[in-house]
C-alpha cells in the first residue's frame, strides 16, 4: 500500500466524513422530531391524523431510502420543487428515519403494562402525573435498545448519498478509484473512516443500553 | 390528448422493461436469501457452541457485518475482487456474494437468539423419551425454531429487498437504471418523464415490501398470542 499516497487524500476523506456526518447529525434530530411527532399523534389517538401516519410510516418503512432519494432529488424538480443536494439528503434520511423513531418511541409506550398505570391512579395520581412520572421513564428505557439501533442503521445509509451528488466518503473513494486505479488504499481508508465513526458509536450504544436497562430492572436483579 | 407525461410509461415496452429491471434486484434478494438461510442455520448453531474461540469468532463477523454498511461491502468485493482475484466479476454475482454474507450474519444472530429462546426442559424431554442428539434438533427444537423465525426472517427479506436497490451504484442494470434510459430516451419528448418514472419505482418497491411486512407483523402476532 501506497502510505504516501494515503496521506495526500487524508484530507480529502476528512472532509467527506465531516459532510457524512453533518447530514447524519441533522438527519437524525430531525427524525427524533418526526418520531416524537407521529408516536404521540398515534398514543394520544387523534382521528384523520393518526390514519396519515400510518401511512406515511408504512411509506417510509417499505420503500429504500436511495429510491426515495432518487424521487426527490430528479423527480420532484419536474413540479418545480428543487432542492439542493444538501438538502434533499438531509430531507430523505428524515423521511426515512422519522418512521423507524416513531416506530421505536411508540413499541416503548405499548410495552409499559396496564397494570403500571392502574397502579398510579389507584395512588390518586392524576392521568398527566402516571404518564410524567410512570409511563415515560420506562418508555424512554424501553426505547433505548431500538433508538441506538435506529442511529446506527441511519448513519449506514448515509453511504447512498453520493447518488445525489454528494461528495461524501463513497463518493470521493470511487473518484480516487477511477483517477489513480489506487483501489487498495481508497477501500482501505474508506472502512477505516466509516470504523473511526461507527464503531465508537456502536460501543457507545451498547454502554448506555446496559446502564438505562440496569434502571429498568433496579439494581440488584440480573434479567 | 393533454400531455400529462404519465404515458412515457406506457410507451413501448417502458413499462415491462422496468418490470424486468425491478426482477434483476429481486433475483438478487432472492437468491442471497435463501443462500443466508441455509447458511444462517449454521452459523446461528455454531454461535451456540461451548467453544469460546468459535464464538468470538462469529461475534467478530457479525459486528463486521453490522457496523460496515453494505454499500462498502459492495464496493470491497466489486472493486478490490477486480484487482486481487484478478477476476472480472459482474457487478450482479459480487452483489450476491455480498448480500449473502450480510444475510448470514443476520440470519445467523436471528437463529441464534431463536435457539436460546428454546426452555432447556425441551432438550431434556428429548432425551428422556431416548431420542438421540440429531433426532432432538430434528424433530423437537427446529420445528419450534422455524415457527419463532418466521416472522424476523420474513422482516429480513424485505430488508433484503430494499438493499438490493443499491446494486445500482455498483453498475447493474437494474430498475432505477432502467428507470434512468427512459428517461433519457423521452428528454425532449416528454421533459417530466423522471418524476413518473421515479414515482412508480417507488411505487414498485412499496408494492412489493408492504405485503411482506403484513406478512411479518401478522405472523409475530400469532406467535404471542
Known amino acids: 500500500m501506497d502510505v504516501n499516497f494515503m496521506q495526500e487524500q487524508l484530507p480529502l476523506y476528512v472532509e467527506a466524513a465531516k459532510l457524512t456526518l453533518h447530514m447524519a447529525v441533522w438527519g437524525i434530530l430531525f427524525s427524533i422530531l418526526i418520531g416524537l411527532i407521529c408516536s404521540m399523534i398515534r398514543y394520544l389517538k387523534i382521528p384523520i391524523l393518526r390514519q396519515l401516519v400510518v401511512c406515511y410510516i408504512e411509506l417510509s418503512r417499505n420503500t429504500p431510502l436511495l429510491i426515495q432519494l432518487f424521487f426527490l432529488y430528479f423527480g420532484l424538480p419536474k413540479l418545480g420543487i428543487v432542492f439542493s443536494s444538501e438538502s434533499c439528503a438531509i430531507i430523505g434520511l428524515t423521511f426515512l428515519g422519522g418512521s423507524y423513531m416513531a416506530e421505536a418511541f411508540r413499541s416503548g409506550l405499548d410495552n409499559v403494562s396496564g397494570i403500571q398505570i392502574e397502579a398510579g391512579l389507584s395512588l390518586g395520581m392524576r392521568k398527566s402525573q402516571v404518564f410524567r412520572k410512570i409511563i415515560l421513564p420506562q418508555a424512554v428505557s424501553n426505547s433505548i435498545p431500538v433508538f441506538c439501533a435506529n442511529v446506527i442503521f441511519l448513519i449506514k445509509e448515509t453511504s447512498v448519498f453520493s447518488a445525489v451528488a454528494l461528495a461524501d466518503l463513497m463518493f470521493v473513494t470511487k473518484d480516487l478509484i477511477g483517477i489513480y486505479y489506487k483501489t487498495d488504499e481508497a477501500l482501505f481508508m474508506l472502512v477505516m473512516a466509516y470504523l473511526i465513526i461507527l464503531l465508537p458509536i456502536s460501543v457507545l450504544c451498547t454502554l448506555v443500553e446496559r446502564r438505562i436497562r440496569y434502571a429498568e430492572y433496579g439494581t440488584g436483579s440480573a434479567v | ?225
Open chain 2, 1 to 225: 390528448m393533454q400531455n400529462t407525461g404519465l404515458e412515457v410509461l406506457f410507451k413501448g415496452t417502458n413499462f415491462l422493461r422496468l418490470c424486468e429491471g425491478l426482477w434483476v434486484t429481486l433475483r438478487i434478494a432472492v437468491i442471497a436469501m435463501m443462500l443466508s438461510i441455509v447458511l444462517g442455520f449454521f452459523l446461528g448453531m455454531l454461535m451456540n457452541l461451548q467453544n469460546k474461540g468459535v464464538r468470538a469468532v462469529c461475534r467478530v463477523y457479525l459486528e463486521i457485518v453490522r457496523i460496515m454498511p453494505q454499500l462498502v461491502l459492495l464496493f470491497l468485493v466489486y472493486f478490490g475482487a477486480a484487482k486481487h482475484l484478478n477476476m472480472n466479476l459482474s457487478g450482479e454475482k459480487a452483489a450476491i456474494i455480498v448480500f449473502t454474507f450480510w444475510g448470514t450474519a443476520e440470519m445467523g444472530d436471528l437463529v441464534r437468539s431463536a435457539l436460546i429462546a428454546i426452555p432447556k426442559h425441551q432438550y431434556e424431554s428429548g432425551y428422556a423419551l431416548g431420542l438421540n442428539k440429531w433426532q432432538v434438533y430434528r424433530s423437537v427444537i427446529l420445528p419450534q425454531t422455524i415457527r419463532r423465525l418466521l416472522p424476523s426472517a420474513v422482516n429480513l427479506l424485505t430488508r433484503m429487498i430494499k438493499t438490493t436497490s443499491l446494486v445500482v451504484l455498483i453498475g447493474v442494470v437494474e430498475v432505477v437504471k432502467v428507470g434512468k434510459q427512459i428517461i433519457d430516451a423521452s428528454r425532449y419528448t416528454n421533459p417530466t418523464a423522471a418524476l413518473w418514472v421515479y414515482g412508480v419505482v417507488f411505487l414498485m418497491y412499496f408494492a412489493i415490501c408492504f405485503p411482506f411486512s403484513r406478512i411479518s407483523a401478522a405472523l409475530e402476532k400469532r406467535l404471542v398470542n
